[in-house]
């Protein structure tokens, strides 16, 4: 089983929990269901982004739903942002940044 980590900003923030939150429950249970699926290895429906370190977990609902994410070897997957399909490019962007961060700060493998 993988460990979940949440990303977070210097100040605190948690862009992921942000987004999540401000969806419906039913929306944010279905989502909790597929990063249970991705903690015991099961990534479903996913791909990696194009000149990005980052994978990109696609949910077939709502409105296309993406999350962002990395994993750290076998052990931690980074959970960085999410978006709908109509803000994917401009969230990777800022999940980009928020690895580069992540790494700056944190990460020493």
Do not use: H
């Amino acid at each position: 089983m993988k460990e979940i980590i949440l990303y977070e900003t210097e100040n605190g923030k948690c862009p992921y929990t942000e987004w999540v939150e401000n969806l419906s429950l039913d929306y944010q249970l279905r989502i909790q269901k597929r990063v249970n699926k991705l903690k015991d290895g099961l990534k479903g429906d996913w791909k990696k982004l194009k000149n990005s370190e980052l994978c990109e977990l696609r949910l077939d609902f709502g409105k296309g739903y993406r999350i962002y994410y990395k994993e750290l070897g076998n052990i931690i997957i980074l959970l960085l942002s999410g978006s709908d399909k109509k803000d994917q490019v401009k969230t990777i962007k800022q999940a980009n940044k928020y690895y580069e961060d992540f790494k700056k700060r944190n990460y020493k493998g």
